[in-house]
């Protein structure tokens, strides 16, 4: 277990709907990552948040966005949602903001979009 | 940012020691070397980091050379378990950067009996 907390496990939708992806860091961690992994895409780095503020931006999508709350959990909303959505989305968290720092993974929510 | 090129696949067998290598030619001075595992539908797993030379840790050793632009991952005598995706990162220690914690498509590793 590695102290990040993602919910739901699982989720499935039509498209065109919107939904939430919740994460709760490790307890005393600042940062925290969101990823897409696709079958043929790979492990994508959508974006990182540390104490509450954007620091890092990867290939996001306009029509997804994301924010980090004053307790430091973070959601990931994903709207006008297409088939090509489907992915396993993972959150990681780590103390700190630096390439040095290790991060941990939740064990992902599956989204399916169909 | 500091690409990193690994080989796609390996195989091994049982008992034998692995190595990979990571190149990243472009690495900056700040930048750690981290190694992760990750096995189907799971997250990834934190392995090992290093900055110079040689880290050794309960699991596996890395080894960089002086000009840091490779880095060698080292699992002795692996088992079925260690059947995974192995991916090398080069961390982006920009000041104030924030980190991408960017990963590129990994090495996947079988192993057989």
């Known amino acids: 277990d590695s102290g990040v907390t993602q919910t739901p496990k699982h989720l499935i939708t039509a498209t065109g709907q919107r939904v939430t992806l919740r994460c709760s860091p490790r307890s005393g961690d600042l940062s925290v990552y969101w990823y897409q992994q696709s079958l043929d895409q790979g492990l994508q780095f959508l974006i990182q948040y540390y104490n509450g503020e954007e620091r890092a931006k990867g290939n996001i999508l306009e029509r997804f966005s994301a924010q980090q709350f004053p307790d430091l959990h973070s959601e990931l909303n994903l709207s006008s949602l297409e088939l090509g959505d489907s992915a396993l989305y993972f959150c990681a968290s780590s103390v700190g903001d630096r390439g040095y720092t290790e991060a941990f993974f939740g064990q992902g929510t599956r989204l399916t979009v169909v | 940012l500091a690409k990193t090129t690994q080989p796609i696949s390996m195989d091994s067998y049982e008992g034998q020691e692995v190595n990979i290598t990571c190149s990243h030619n472009?690495?900056?001075?700040?930048?750690?070397i981290t190694w992760y595992q990750q096995f189907p539908s799971q997250g990834p797993r934190f392995i090992i980091q290093g900055y110079k030379t040689k880290v050794t840790n309960e699991v596996a050793s890395l080894f960089i050379p002086a000009d840091r632009k490779s880095s060698t991952l080292s699992l002795p005598r692996v088992s079925l378990s260690d059947t995974a995706v192995y991916y090398c990162?080069?961390?982006?220690?920009?000041?104030?950067?924030?980190?991408?914690?960017?990963f590129g498509t990994g090495t996947q590793l079988k192993v057989e009996l």
């Open positions: 472009n690495i900056a001075t700040n930048d750690y």
């Open positions: 990162l080069v961390g982006d220690g920009v000041t104030g950067g924030g980190n991408k914690l960017t």
